[in-house]
């Protein structure tokens, strides 16, 4: 058997950045509820940048790793692959597929450390 794909769907990078902020927001209170299909997350209330970072829960991220937040093509790609289902620019519903997608990039794009 071979071994898994990494990034099986071909997502480019900043397509797998929107969708890693996604899925950290999806286990947050104040941005997700649960969708109206078993296992999926609405994720809404986005954040907001203030000056170069802005916070998803405890952890710190850089304005320019979140354009994607903010960009409709992002969003189509991603409800195209089944990942999420868009309400650009106000809340996303994240997929079965699209919560357990391993983008890979979590630890790089979500900085914990105080700022």
């Given amino acids: 058997m071979a071994p898994k794909k990494k990034n099986p769907l071909n997502l480019n990078p900043l397509q797998l950045k929107t969708l890693t902020l996604f899925q950290a927001l999806a286990k947050l209170p104040d941005h997700a509820q649960a969708g109206?299909?078993?296992?999926?997350?609405?994720?809404?209330?986005?954040?907001?940048?203030?000056?170069?970072?802005?916070?998803?829960?405890?952890?710190?991220?850089?304005?320019?790793?979140?354009?994607?937040?903010?960009?409709?093509?992002?969003?189509?790609?991603?409800?195209?692959?089944g990942l999420i289902q868009a309400g650009f620019p106000w809340e996303a519903l994240l997929t079965v597929d699209g919560l357990n997608y391993d983008t890979g990039m979590a630890d790089s794009l979500l900085h914990t450390a105080s700022h």
């Fill in 36 to 81: 109206a299909e078993p296992g999926t997350v609405r994720v809404g209330n986005l954040p907001q940048p203030h000056g170069d970072h802005f916070h998803v829960g405890g952890a710190a991220v850089a304005t320019r790793d979140a354009t994607g937040l903010g960009n409709p093509a992002v969003w189509a790609v991603l409800q195209r692959k």
